[in-house]
């Protein structure tokens, strides 16, 4: 009785939510979770806890019985930080208050974003490895995925040739996201460029994730939504979870053009109503008076970031630096392990965690991410760990 | 790259010559040699290690004291305070803007042990013209350590 039950209740799913595969990091974390004494490398997030200040204004906003709903657009006072950081930082010129949509966190500024422009079976292009979540996001609105994948030996940078044999009749979006989760990987002007042309000779909207684009170690930062020609046909989406070190307050926003904001409103407004007001007070401390925080922690991350690259090194594991995020994306293909094999047994060896790389795609097969988002004690005890693994294969 | 590797000694006096080569990109002798350097020049004054007293249970009291001094012609404060700084129980000193003079931190294992240590030793030092004691009653945060660490919230293992 009970087993009919379950076939009827599993009917009610939707086919598309269905045929949804399983996340590989899903997968693997439930492995992780059951051990003890694991030293983490597998951690998506800042190990700092939200600077004390911004946390001090969330808690005054609270005192202060700001507790209700903001405007959907989040609010003003917001959006007009917002739009001053994006012009300082990427020089692109956004209207505050009807250019700027704050959301909770870039996840579902991807989602609705997605929805917004997304017609059935239009192809989405996105390069890999890439974060997670792109590909389902895709499925979700009845969009297909087109991943273009992207090579360890060049750095893990989206080329114009390799975009262009991925364009049919079909193609509508590009999702770009430098500094790349899970690789590291960056793309200064030079290269920004030669994707913003194709963009325009194929009339393709980018949607840039630019959530890591404050951890950038070695050239300053670039947009693609500053090219010209380019902002009128991207969606900027930025958030406050990896520069401030926020990820549990859930607020991003999405900059576009007036049309693309008013469309992603739409939904916005039925599906979230609006961004936590507690969280946006937050933010808007976090952009007024967290500058330094900010750059204090990404001096951290850049230390970090070459002492694991040092010590792979020093092992003998093949790892392109990476100049931005915070993770390092090594090659491990060389011990005869495919990823998720390194990635198990060294996990159950020496109890380090790394996600295997093709849980971000095919691509990312070969690899591991490892995330050096994590203290420089814990980051001492895995490279020692990593070490005797290495060699005891 | 000497405030480089100050800082992190600065934050962590613990950290092994060889991390700081990789997180500098520097050679284990050259942060060495650089550390060597630092210490000669008296850049680098002492290594020391921040205790919670009262897990430790040591029995130290504590005071802060605000002090008058007179200046002198030549030295100005000077020798005064360098003769106050002197003192084994005194901790810390400073020269302070305002209302008085030298900020003089001091500790001693009983209440007594400190009041006797200004009553008897630092007010009567010819051109300290007064003092004014505060016994600390509780220690919230030392040299940049919260006393009460924050209980690390549980963190995903791995996550996107």
């Not at chain 1, 439930?30 to 001090?56: C, K, N, Y």
């Not at chain 1, 700001?66 to 930082?89: C, D, E, W």
């Not at chain 2, 900020?103 to 003092?131: C, D, P």
Request: hydrophobic share 40%; proline share 4%; aromatic share 8%.
């Amino acid at each position: 009785m009970s087993v009919k039950r379950n076939a009827v209740v599993t009917d009610f799913v939707a086919n598309h939510v269905r045929s949804i595969p399983r996340s590989g990091i899903r997968d693997f974390f439930e492995i992780v979770q059951s051990m003890t004494d694991v030293v983490s490398l597998g951690i998506g997030e800042p190990d700092f806890a939200t600077p004390w200040h911004i946390r001090e204004a969330a808690i005054y906003a609270l005192e202060k019985g700001k507790t209700g709903y903001t405007s959907n657009l989040g609010l003003p006072r917001l959006r007009k930080s917002i739009a001053r950081y994006v012009r300082q930082n990427y020089h692109v010129e956004y209207d505050a208050l009807s250019e700027v949509l704050v959301a909770v966190g870039v996840s579902e500024a991807m989602d609705i974003a997605l929805r917004a422009v997304i017609n059935p079976g239009d192809e989405v292009l996105y390069h890999s490895p890439c974060y997670v979540s792109y590909n389902p996001s895709i499925l979700l609105v009845h969009g297909k995925p087109v991943e273009i994948p992207t090579l360890a030996e060049d750095h893990f940078k989206l080329r114009p040739e390799a975009l262009k044999a991925k364009i049919t009749a079909k193609s509508k979006v590009l999702i770009l996201n430098f500094p790349t989760n899970p690789t590291g990987a960056v793309m200064n002007q030079q290269e920004l460029l030669a994707i913003a042309e194709v963009c325009q000779q194929h009339d393709l909207l980018v949607i840039t994730d630019e959530i890591y684009s404050e951890l950038s170690y070695g050239e300053t930062h670039c947009s693609i939504a500053s090219l010209p020609g380019m902002r009128e046909r991207c969606i900027f989406l930025h958030g406050f979870s990896k520069a401030f070190a926020m990820t549990g307050f859930r607020v991003g926003y999405a900059c576009a053009p007036v049309a693309l904001i008013e469309a992603m409103m739409r939904i916005h407004q039925y599906a979230m109503l609006c961004a936590p007001i507690i969280s946006q007070e937050a933010a808007i401390e976090a952009l007024e008076n967290g500058q330094s925080d900010m750059e204090q922690m990404r001096e951290q991350y850049q230390l970090r970031r070459n002492f694991l690259l040092n010590s792979f090194r020093e092992i003998g594991i093949p790892c392109f630096n990476a100049q931005g995020a915070f993770y390092l994306f090594p090659r491990i293909d060389q011990t005869g392990l495919n990823s998720r094999e390194f990635a198990v047994r060294l996990l159950e060896e020496q109890k380090v965690a790394v996600v295997p790389g093709n849980a971000f795609g095919a691509s990312g097969e070969g690899h591991v991410r490892c995330s050096y988002a994590t203290g420089m004690d814990q980051l001492e005890v895995a490279v020692e760990r990593i070490g005797k693994f290495v060699r005891s294969l | 790259m000497d405030q480089q590797l100050l800082k992190l000694l600065e934050e962590n006096a613990l950290v092994s010559p060889e991390t700081l080569a990789k997180q500098l990109n520097l050679s284990v002798d050259q942060v060495k040699s650089r550390i060597k350097h630092l210490e000669e020049a008296k850049i680098i004054l002492a290594y020391k290690a921040i205790i919670d007293d009262d897990k430790a249970e040591f029995q130290t009291v504590k005071a802060v004291i605000e002090v008058r001094i007179t200046p002198e012609r030549g030295g100005g404060f000077n020798r005064l305070s360098d003769r106050i700084a002197r003192y084994p129980e005194v901790t810390s000193c400073f020269l302070m803007s305002g209302g008085y003079d030298l900020l003089v931190f001091v500790e001693g294992r009983t209440l007594k042990e400190v009041a006797m240590f200004v009553s008897e030793k630092l007010s009567t030092i010819q051109g300290v013209l007064s003092t004014a004691t505060h016994f600390t009653l509780k220690t919230y945060k030392e040299q940049g350590v919260m006393i009460d660490q924050e209980i690390a919230e549980e963190r995903l293992k791995v996550s996107p």
